[in-house]
Every structure is written in C-alpha cells, then in structure tokens.
C-alpha cells in the first residue's frame, strides 16, 4: 500500500521525476486575522458572527493561494478556522465539555477538555473547510485532522473506563468525518497524532483506531499519519502495519539524529520527511535544503518520497514560513533535475529492489 | 475512632487571573520562569494569589491548609531550581505526564543558600491560624529529578539533597503537618541498596520536622522491598494512592503493616470528574476493611499534586475531600 500518488502530480510538472511537495497543516495567521478573533470575542465590539466567518473565509483563500504561489503541490489553507488542534474538533464533539485552562509548562497553558459523557458525532468538523478551500484551490488539497489517540490522550476521561475505551469511540468519529470528507472530493487526508511520540508503549492503540479509521474508505483515497517530537525508534518498524500510505515525520529539528533508525529496517511505505525545521525563525537556504532531500533518499526512492516542513508552522513569523516553503519547492525542483539527469546516487533501494539484493 | 483529616499534597493550580498576570509580568520561555529573585510586581501578585488559595482552602473547610507551592514553575523540582549552586537547563518531561519542568543540575556544594521555601511557608502562616501543612518534595524524589555534576556520587548526592531539605525544614514557621511528595519511589523505584538509604534519607528530613509528617507516594503502588524500607523511616504517616492502584498498596500493608496513621490518595488529581464525599468515605472505609485496621488518623487527600486540573474542578474537589472528613464525623 503505498498509495494513489500520481493524482497529485501536476499536469504541467516539469521534470520526470516526482517529489511532492506539500504542508503539515497550520501557518501563521495574517495579523488582521487574529484581530477579528479578538473583535469576535469581545462583546462591546460591533463585529459579530457575519462578520467573522467573511474573515476566516479571506484568511482561508489568502493562504490557499499563498501556498500556491510557493509552489506547492499539495496545499491546505493553513488552518485558518481552527484554534489549536484538539479544542477545535472538542468543540464540535458531543459529549465534550471545557472547563478552564490547565499548565503545561511555565506560563503556557491549555484549555484541555473533558469528555463528560458519550461521545457522538455533533456538528460536522472539516467539510465546510475542505469544501472552501477546495474551491479556491486550483492545486489538490490536503485535509489534516487530529487523530484519535491524540484526543484521548489530551482530555481528561470522566466517562470511559480507559484511554483505550475513549480513542476507539473516537476513532469511529473520525471514520465518520473522513467519509463525508471523501464523499466532498477528498483524496489526501493526514491523520495527527503527536501523543504517540510520547506515549510509544500505545503504538498498538494507535492502530487499531486507525484501522477503524480506514473502515470503507476508498482505495484511491491517500493516507498519512502525522507524528513528532519523540523518540522514533521506539514505534518503528511497527507503524509500518499501520493501513496508511505515508509516515509524515518531523526530523530537521534533531538534524537528522534518528535518519538511522528508518534505514535499519527497510522503509516500506512513502516516506514524508521534515527537511525545515518548524520552530527556528531562519529560513533555510535552497542549497540546505537539498541536503535534507538527499537524507530522504537515503530512506526511500524518489517515487516514495514527499517533501514537508517537520510540523505545522503557525508559530513562525508569517514571511519566515512563507519563504521556508519557497526555497523548499524549489530545492524539490532542483533535486528532481538532478535525479533526471543522472547526478544524483539513490542509496534507498525500493520498487526495483530485487529479493537478492 | 479514626479521625479523618481533610488535606492535600499542595502545588496547586494559579487562580485564572493569575495565569494571565504572571505570563505577562514574567513571560512564556523558559529563561522567564522562577529564579528566586523576582521583582516586587512578580512578588506581589504570587502573594495575592497565595492568600486567594488559602482562603479556597479555608472556605471549603480542610483541615489542613498548603500555602499552595504556586511559585514552582519547576513542580517538585523547584527547590532546586531556585538554589544558588544550581543551573537550569533544557525542558524535560515531568514523569509520564504531558508537563516539563526545568532540568536542574547541581554544580555546586547545597549546603548554603536554603530558605525558600519556608519563606513562602511564613508568608502563608500570616493567614492560617492552625492548621498549616508544609510540603517538600522527599529527597529520593528530588535527587531523581535533578541531575548531579558536583558530588559524583549518587549516596553522597542523596545525603547532600536530605541535608539540603533538613536545613529547610528547620527554617520552617510552626507547623501542623509536613507532606514530603515521594512518587519517584514508585515511579523511579530505587535499586537494591538505594532503597535503604532512600528510606533513611526520608527520616533524617522527617526528623528534622517538629511537625505530623507523612511520606507520600503516587501514581501507582511502591515496590514491595522499597516499601519495607520505607517502613523503618521514623515518618508518622505513609501516603498511598489508592486511584492508581489499591491493591498492591493493600497487599503492602496486609505483609509489612503501616504507621498508626495512614495519608490514602482517594480523589483524583489528574481527572476533572469530582468523586463524591460518599465516594470519598467509601474508599477509606474499604482501605480500612482490607487492611483491618482502625487508624488513629487518616489523611485523605488528593492522590497527586491538583496543578493538572482547571480551577473550578479544583475547588470542587477541595469541597468534597472536607465534606467526606465532615461526613464521618456527623456518623461518630
């Protein structure tokens, strides 16, 4: 299963080889954008809900188009509508309730929820997004969503008898939304799910939710599954059972430490390698980055190999983001014309490996 | 008859409003958390924030009041953290939970600079007319939490933690009862050897307490050697948590027996569902039973620090836990 790619190649792709390029989910939202938050939120303000849905909806298409402009092949609109990634889907959740902010560390906090009683699908979560979006989209467009686990894992439980209990009802939720995603034209969903870099011991958890998860989606439908910040070594190669297409992993941040662990034992899916890092204001050069692609390769052949930053970029300052996905494209670019013409060695064995090798 | 005594292992979670004032007033990096010599705003609103806590405490009716640790950025590292000959580094992960606290590293001799936090403890006694609790964590915890580039050893590092605590709890203002927050000893269990002196680490501090002190362990039940050691520590009371895991601590208690009085963790710190007082009452009564014992006194508190849960859930739980002693006493 290493999934339906070439749907995502453009028709007018430059060279013969294909790396694809594309986002994790979240960018920095334009200033003016969080101001209208801000108006929404205050009551005295004359600013109500009309007015805050045309702001998400500008936001939305500006960023669409932003990652357009950069050149990305597969594009998303850089979570415009959504605050942060488990309140957003908590809101919409029936059975969810919020009950004030709790620390994580120092000064930062997080308005964690509680499931105070039986999950159920509420209102609907990502389709009003992905249609929008998809609209102003001329490129295909990605649908990230915070998986299950994730949103067991950061609640508190008053109602399940375990964690494990909470991810499975989720998980049949999340089925639930991915099929009215694909049924509005969705090919490409990224399911998050950052709790199991820090909770590894549950990577059997995380894939029975994701079988439940894949439950009569269509085969054309690509899948990825979004982690990081964790220690891989300690979930690979047992995700590689996980019934998705693609691994979206975030590893410029500790320069490539863990390249290693996934060359080990061969990588037998699509590969999505981290080549900027999310939480270092520079923009890394075109050349840099290049260097991080050839790291890919070294994992799995060109054809199996998609290019993104390690995570969502929302914390960089908005020109910053913009010009880490330009120089990405074009180092993509760059590397396919050098795959093209011979000058570049790939180490990663893959489709033409043969059982001698 | 057992008397139940309403409390809490402290490090409690800021007031909203406080959130909010200290993020702006000290920032959210980790080169802005707490340093021991903070300015006079910074100051000023943690006393405000600590009298609102005691008064939540007072209000609900415990028995015990904790000045409520809200100054530890670093939780039960904290004591550290602030220390002269100590250096934070990096974020590191807090046990299994998904909370960091500063890494503090020892470079230097611990014996001087202590102090705060009785400091706090003084600032709180001002307010608490009887009753006041003072919390540390226990020296087999701290030292487990901090990392060690002074001492090269780890026996010595554990003594020079038991004395550091030793010269803190002697600059303690009167108080009533001392919890010293041990989950290391579950979490982190001690090897043969370690936990003999573990346990005497946790008496040399315990005997420097002119106070009821209780050695209290959680997120699951302690080892069964460790605990035996523990049990030769001159503490008053052991603490258990009873929401991770009863029946260990049970069987514990059933093979080696436990102090006249016992502290059980029957609220959930890390859960914003509120256990009942009946609830409450219930899991003493059921400890008692198991074990067969009538305390003298039974501590009942939350099984963990309350920092994890949001205010109201808090308060809520601090309200059930002095309804639950109040219950068994309308019963007397």
Same mark, same amino acid.
């Given at each position: ?9 453009? $028709? ?24 209208a938050?801000?108006l929404?939120e ?12 045309? &702001?998400?909806?500008?936001? &939305?298409?500006?960023? !669409? ?26 809101h919409?959740?029936? *059975? ?10 120092g000064?930062n ?12 699908? *509420? ?9 929008? !979006? ?49 049924? $509005? ?34 085969d ?59 939480h ?11 260097e991080?692609?050839?790291? *890919? ?24 983001a ?19 013409? *011979?000058?570049i ?7 033409? $490996?043969?059982?001698?090798? | 008859?057992?008397q ?17 004032e ?6 959210h ?10 300015s ?27 000045e ?9 590292? /904290?004591?550290?953290?602030? /220390?002269?000959?100590?250096e ?5 992960r ?24 009785a ?7 001002? /307010?608490v007319?009887?009753?006041?609790q ?8 701290? =030292?487990d ?9 780890d ?10 605590l ?6 303690? +203002? ?8 041990? +989950? ?31 050695? /209290? ?47 059980l963790?029957?609220?959930?710190g890390?859960?914003t ?5 009946e609830?409450?009452?219930?899991r003493?009564?059921?400890?008692e ?10 501590? =009942?508190?939350?099984?963990?620090e ?27």
């Amino acid at each position: 299963m290493t999934g339906p790619r070439d749907q995502f190649k453009p $028709a007018d792709h430059p060279n013969d080889h294909f790396l694809l390029t594309t986002v994790v989910g979240s960018y920095p939202k334009p200033k003016w954008h969080d101001r209208a938050r801000e108006l929404f939120e205050d009551e005295d303000a004359d600013f109500g809900a009309e007015e805050w849905e045309e &702001s998400k909806d500008d936001a &939305s298409r500006l960023i !669409t188009h932003e990652h357009e402009r950069a050149g990305l092949d597969v594009i998303c609109d850089g979570e415009m509508r959504r605050n942060e990634m488990v309140e957003y889907f908590a809101h919409r959740i029936d *059975g969810y309730e919020f009950n004030g902010r709790v620390k994580v560390w120092g000064h930062n906090y997080f308005d964690k929820p509680s499931v105070a009683d039986e999950v159920e699908y *509420g209102e609907q979560w990502l389709v009003e997004e992905f249609e929008f !979006t998809d609209e102003v989209a001329e490129r295909p467009v990605k649908v990230p969503i915070t998986g299950p686990y994730t949103l067991a894992n950061w609640s508190f439980n008053e109602v399940y008898d375990s964690e494990e209990q909470l991810a499975y009802e989720l998980a049949d939720l999340v089925n639930e939304e991915i099929e009215a995603l694909v049924e $509005a034209g969705a090919r490409y969903i990224q399911i998050d799910e950052p709790a199991l870099a820090t909770t590894p011991d549950d990577h059997a958890i995380v894939g029975e939710c994701l079988e439940r998860i894949v439950d009569e989606i269509p085969d054309d439908v690509r899948l990825g599954l979004h982690v990081c910040y964790g220690d891989y070594s300690r979930i690979y190669p047992e995700i590689l059972d996980y019934p998705v297409h693609e691994y979206d992993l975030e590893l410029a941040n500790g320069d490539y430490d863990q390249l290693d662990v996934f060359k080990e034992h061969e990588f037998t899916k699509d590969f999505a390698m981290g080549v900027l890092d999310a939480h270092t204001a520079e923009v890394e050069s075109v050349e840099e980055i290049k260097e991080n692609i050839k790291k *890919g390769l070294e994992v799995v052949p060109p054809e199996r190999l998609t290019v993104s930053p390690d995570c969502g970029v929302k914390l960089l300052p908005r020109e910053v983001a913009r010009g880490k996905m330009e120089n990405m494209v074009q180092a993509a670019r760059e590397i396919e014309e050098e795959l093209d013409a *011979g000058e570049i060695d790939v180490v990663a064995s893959g489709a033409e $490996a043969h059982a001698d090798d | 008859m057992t008397q139940v005594i309403a409390t809490t292992p402290g490090l409690f979670p800021l007031p909203d409003w406080a959130k909010d004032e200290l993020a702006d007033l000290k920032g959210h990096q980790k080169t802005d958390l707490i340093s021991g010599d903070e300015s006079g705003e910074v100051v000023a609103a943690y006393d405000k924030a600590r009298e609102e806590v005691i008064s939540v405490q007072q209000d609900a009716g415990l028995d015990r009041i904790v000045e409520g640790q809200l100054r530890w950025d670093d939780m039960l590292a /904290h004591p550290l953290a602030v /220390h002269d000959s100590v250096e934070t580094k990096g974020i590191v992960r807090y046990y299994d939970n998904n909370n960091f606290y500063r890494e503090p590293v020892v470079q230097g001799d611990l014996s001087a600079d202590g102090g705060d936090v009785a400091a706090d403890l003084g600032a709180a006694a001002d /307010h608490v007319d009887s009753g006041l609790q003072a919390v540390l964590p226990g020296p087999y915890s701290l =030292a487990d939490l901090a990392t060690d580039e002074h001492y090269g050893d780890d026996a010595a590092f554990l003594d020079a933690i038991a004395d550091f605590l030793v010269e803190e709890v002697n600059a303690f +203002p009167d108080v009533e009862t001392l919890f010293l927050l041990e +989950p290391s000893l579950v979490e982190n269990a001690p090897a043969d050897g370690e936990d003999e002196r573990a346990a005497a680490a946790i008496d040399a501090v315990a005997s420097a307490a002119d106070a009821e002190v209780v050695a /209290h362990t959680y997120w699951g039940a302690i080892e069964e050697k460790a605990y035996a050691h523990l049990m030769d520590a001159d503490v008053d009371a052991i603490g258990f948590d009873l929401v991770a895991n009863h029946d260990q601590t049970v069987y514990n208690v059933q093979e080696y027996g436990t102090k006249d009085n016992v502290a059980l963790g029957v609220v959930n710190g890390q859960n914003t569902l509120v256990e009942s007082p009946e609830t409450i009452r219930d899991r003493i009564d059921w400890f008692e039973q198991q074990t067969n014992t009538a305390y003298d006194t039974v501590y =009942a508190t939350a099984n963990t620090e309350t920092f994890y849960l949001p205010v109201n859930k808090f308060e809520d739980k601090l309200k059930a836990l002095a309804n639950a002693a109040d219950l068994e006493a309308a019963e007397a």
